[in-house]
């Protein structure tokens, strides 16, 4: 008796598709010949095809043979056959045969409405604004629950578990449905349907298990982490055709790098997308089945290192300038002053604001951390002004209907601004703190100041910023001014 290693199969088949000849690539799942075919780009994942391809020329036929000759064994057995003499790939395989590439399929764009808390003569309720053109559809009228203001057009109802409920598969048919953030909602289950109203549910889709939202919400998860985790568990559920939950969660290491690097061949992710999935996916197996998945040995995609974009000083005056609402001012400038993130500022309080000490207290900020940062005198000015005509009430910039100040308006009116003032510069909201920072440093701020002042956990975060700064840099005499011309 003797043992022998015998490669891995390779099979060659010539397919046809839109006019063009190719020649895939039929193997079972073996991670070496992954990472060889992602280092070649001639051979590609067609979606059309589902398979690994090369077009078919002579040149190509002759250099597969030589990219996995210390691999696999390459079999041009089935290379004129077609579909029906197609070689047998393993059935616990999750290949190109069985994923799925249009895995969630969205409803049609819907309009939203907004579903805020407000108390009245010591009664609690939930309402939206909406005036129904057409009459009021059947499925509001029939939930028996729903009340109308004519003075201020506002729908609403008693703020219980039930009606809430009620209410939501009412609207949903109808509108997104979007939770205002003074609007708390415990209720795992009534969370779930929300984070899922996006989707086309047909009898093969996947909903996400409740014991993962229910330890991301024990375990005090941020609301958007818990939206994100979620919507790239319920990707990865629904991706796989024909394969139960039981299936799946059997999974290990091979099928989650095997669904990634499918993901990076029919997609344009990026690094930070995909490592969101990769943690997202760990957790999930460490909740539902009690499954430590070896995450190290999982490949994540490195990052790009790239700098952050900074807005100069001149810029953000232009910027503030041409902003004639004493209220986007204010937003905009506090922010930049005081090296806010945006989810920062809509969560500030009128208390929050300590304008005898020059300082500004953030609450619960990124990692759950409380914080103090600095606070301009010219913003002190800017904000006592504010305050004395808008008179905010339970945080410091409020909604048109109270409750906090939307995220997505703060980002409408830095667009609207740049645009106004010519600011060329690519940029967002978060740029400003950006700018914040940069700006400190070159100013001769101690990096361990601005550490604190932004919030980070580690100085290897802050230190970015030196790289930013172009004060030391422009100091320095190039070897081309010392060439006589």
Same mark, same amino acid.
């Given at each position: 008796?003797? !043992?022998?290693? +015998?490669?891995?199969?390779? #099979? *060659?088949?010539?397919? &046809?598709?839109? @006019?063009? =000849? /190719? $020649?895939?690539?039929?193997?079972?799942?073996?991670?070496?010949?992954?990472?060889?075919?992602?280092?070649?780009?001639?051979?590609?994942?067609?979606?059309?095809?589902?398979?690994?391809?090369?077009?078919?020329?002579?040149?190509?036929?002759?250099?597969?043979?030589?990219?996995?000759?210390?691999?696999?064994?390459?079999?041009?057995?089935?290379?004129?056959?077609?579909?029906?003499?197609?070689?047998?790939?393993?059935?616990?395989?999750?290949?190109?045969?069985?994923?799925?590439?249009?895995?969630?399929? !969205?409803?049609? +764009?819907?309009?939203?409405? #907004? *579903?805020?808390?407000? &108390?009245?003569? @010591?009664? =609690? /309720? $939930?309402?939206?604004?909406?005036?129904?053109?057409?009459?009021?559809?059947?499925?509001?009228?029939?939930?028996?629950?729903?009340?109308?203001?004519?003075?201020?057009?506002?729908?609403?109802?008693?703020?219980?578990?039930?009606?809430?409920?009620?209410?939501?598969?009412?609207?949903?048919?109808?509108?997104?449905?979007?939770?205002?953030?003074?609007?708390?909602?415990?209720?795992?289950?009534?969370?779930?349907?929300?984070?899922?109203?996006?989707?086309?549910?047909?009898?093969?889709?996947?909903?996400?298990?409740?014991?993962?939202?229910?330890?991301?919400? *024990?375990?005090?998860?941020?609301?958007?982490?818990?939206?994100?985790?979620?919507?790239?568990?319920?990707?990865?559920?629904?991706?796989?055709?024909?394969?139960?939950?039981?299936?799946?969660?059997?999974?290990?290491?091979?099928?989650?790098?095997?669904?990634?690097?499918?993901?990076?061949?029919?997609?344009?992710?990026?690094?930070?997308?995909?490592?969101?999935?990769?943690?997202?996916?760990?957790?999930?197996?460490?909740?539902?089945?009690?499954?430590?998945?070896?995450?190290?040995?999982?490949?994540?995609?490195?990052?790009?290192?790239?700098?952050?974009?900074?807005?100069?000083?001149?810029?953000?005056?232009?910027?503030?300038?041409?902003?004639?609402?004493?209220?986007?001012?204010?937003?905009?400038?506090?922010?930049?002053?005081?090296?806010?993130?945006?989810?920062?500022?809509?969560?500030?309080?009128?208390?929050?604001?300590?304008?005898?000490?020059?300082?500004?207290?953030?609450?619960?900020?990124?990692?759950?951390?409380?914080?103090?940062?600095?606070?301009?005198?010219?913003?002190?000015?800017?904000?006592?002004?504010?305050?004395?005509?808008?008179?905010?009430?339970?945080?410091?910039?409020?909604?048109?209907?109270?409750?906090?100040?939307?995220?997505?308006?703060?980002?409408?009116?830095?667009?609207?601004?740049?645009?106004?003032?010519?600011?060329?510069?690519?940029?967002?909201?978060?740029?400003?703190?950006?700018?914040?920072?940069?700006?400190?440093?070159?100013?001769?701020?101690?990096?361990?100041?601005?550490?604190?002042?932004?919030?980070?956990?580690?100085?290897?975060?802050?230190?970015?910023?030196?790289?930013?700064?172009?004060?030391?840099?422009?100091?320095?005499?190039?070897?081309?001014?010392?060439?006589?011309?």
């Amino acid at each position: 008796m003797y !043992k022998t290693t +015998e490669k891995p199969i390779i #099979y *060659l088949n010539k397919v &046809e598709h839109d @006019g063009r =000849k /190719y $020649v895939r690539l039929l193997f079972k799942k073996n991670q070496k010949i992954l990472d060889r075919i992602a280092q070649n780009d001639w051979v590609e994942y067609n979606i059309n095809i589902n398979a690994f391809c090369m077009i078919d020329s002579e040149v190509n036929m002759k250099y597969v043979f030589e990219l996995f000759n210390d691999l696999a064994k390459v079999s041009i057995l089935y290379l004129n056959y077609k579909k029906s003499a197609r070689p047998q790939i393993s059935p616990n395989s999750i290949g190109s045969d069985n994923y799925m590439t249009k895995a969630l399929i !969205k409803r049609k +764009e819907m309009e939203k409405v #907004y *579903l805020f808390p407000f &108390e009245e003569e @010591g009664n =609690k /309720y $939930v309402g939206f604004k909406y005036i129904f053109t057409k009459g009021i559809p059947e499925g509001v009228e029939r939930a028996y629950i729903f009340s109308f203001n004519k003075d201020t057009g506002i729908w609403y109802f008693t703020a219980k578990r039930w009606h809430l409920n009620r209410a939501i598969n009412a609207l949903m048919p109808l509108f997104t449905i979007m939770i205002n953030n003074d609007l708390t909602i415990n209720d795992i289950y009534i969370r779930k349907t929300l984070l899922e109203q996006s989707y086309k549910k047909g009898k093969d889709f996947i909903s996400c298990p409740i014991a993962y939202l229910e330890y991301m919400q *024990l375990h005090n998860y941020s609301r958007s982490t818990i939206a994100t985790y979620h919507n790239m568990i319920i990707r990865y559920l629904n991706t796989f055709k024909g394969r139960s939950l039981y299936q799946i969660d059997k999974f290990g290491v091979e099928e989650i790098d095997r669904y990634h690097n499918i993901w990076l061949q029919t997609g344009t992710p990026s690094a930070s997308l995909i490592n969101q999935s990769v943690n997202a996916i760990k957790l999930y197996y460490r909740v539902i089945n009690d499954k430590l998945v070896e995450i190290k040995d999982v490949h994540r995609p490195l990052r790009n290192k790239l700098l952050p974009t900074v807005y100069s000083r001149e810029e953000v005056e232009r910027i503030l300038a041409s902003i004639d609402n004493q209220k986007h001012k204010a937003m905009l400038f506090l922010i930049y002053s005081s090296g806010l993130r945006i989810s920062e500022l809509i969560n500030i309080r009128p208390a929050d604001i300590m304008f005898d000490r020059k300082m500004v207290a953030i609450r619960s900020g990124k990692g759950r951390k409380d914080r103090y940062s600095t606070l301009a005198y010219s913003a002190i000015e800017m904000l006592l002004n504010y305050i004395k005509q808008y008179t905010p009430q339970n945080y410091l910039f409020e909604g048109q209907f109270g409750g906090q100040y939307s995220s997505t308006s703060i980002r409408n009116i830095l667009h609207a601004a740049k645009k106004k003032a010519g600011v060329m510069t690519k940029g967002s909201v978060h740029t400003l703190r950006h700018s914040f920072a940069t700006h400190l440093l070159e100013n001769g701020t101690d990096l361990r100041y601005i550490q604190e002042l932004l919030g980070h956990s580690s100085s290897k975060t802050t230190e970015i910023y030196t790289h930013v700064s172009t004060l030391n840099i422009s100091k320095i005499t190039s070897p081309g001014d010392l060439i006589k011309l």
